[in-house]
């Protein structure tokens, strides 16, 4: 069926790095755009980053994460760095509708939770 | 603050309807037919359930329903069931930043 399973979170301290990952199965990975969405503790979900043809960040986090993908190992990336507690959330990769994410998303992962903490 | 305003919260007892707003701007809302509406349960993965602002996902039940009108769209959940309470938050595509905007969420009680 179709599945999106996220990895990597973890506990880093503030300024530190990680990497995300998410494994798609059951649908043709390389012809969807695809999304990192993120919920921080008691607050509501917000778009960070989105792939197709081109490449988009929210303002939080521009110029300290990185989103990319690997087609032949349907799998999609979030390399963060220059964490801060802001940073800290439930992060879900999603499947685009069409061409942007303001055009929805239909398939989301479980979430990997990212602790942000000296 | 987000972008599109909901209300914090929303109630409605078994079998009821219930309707959730969504005001956004001309330059979102009002400009496109692009509303979304999520699902959320906690600790759960967001549910997809209208998109376009009225179309339903395959496998969504026709227990809800999507509308707009101007700046404003509107999330109906008719005949209510315990497993409708949830966190909803309704999107637009916009040309802004990263294409789109989320609202503050609506929780959803079942009474």
């Known amino acids: 069926q179709v599945q999106l399973v996220e990895s990597g979170g973890g506990l880093v301290k503030p300024g530190g790095s990680l990497r995300l990952s998410c494994a798609a199965s059951?649908?043709?990975?390389?012809?969807?755009?695809m999304a990192w969405v993120r919920q921080a503790p008691g607050k509501g979900l917000e778009c960070i980053s989105y792939?197709?043809?081109?490449?988009y960040y929210a303002d939080s986090v521009k110029g300290r994460f990185t989103i990319s993908r690997d087609n032949a190992k349907n799998s999609l990336y979030l390399e963060m760095t220059s964490l801060r507690a802001e940073d800290m959330a439930v992060y879900y990769c999603?499947?685009?509708?069409?061409?942007?994410?303001?055009?929805?998303?239909?398939?989301w992962g479980q979430g990997t939770t990212i602790t942000v903490s000296s | 603050q987000s972008a599109l305003t909901q209300p914090p919260s929303a109630s409605g007892s078994p079998g009821q309807s219930v309707t959730i707003s969504c005001t956004g701007t001309?330059?979102?809302?009002?400009?496109?037919?692009?509303v979304s509406w999520y699902q959320h349960h906690p600790g759960k993965a967001p549910k997809l359930m209208i998109y376009e602002v009225d179309k339903r996902p395959s496998g969504v039940p026709d227990r809800f329903s999507g509308s707009k009108s101007g700046n404003t769209a509107s999330l109906t959940v008719s005949g209510l069931q315990a497993e409708d309470e949830a966190d909803y938050y309704c999107?637009?595509?916009?040309?802004?930043?990263?294409?789109?905007?989320f609202g503050g969420g609506t929780k959803l009680t079942v009474l």
């Open positions: 792939i197709g043809n081109v490449i």
């Open positions: 999107t637009s595509f916009t040309l802004m930043s990263i294409h789109v905007v």
């Open positions: 059951g649908f043709t990975f390389r012809d969807y755009y």
């Open positions: 999603a499947r685009v509708v069409g061409a942007t994410v303001g055009y929805g998303m239909d398939v």
């Open positions: 001309s330059s979102d809302i009002g400009a496109y037919n692009y």
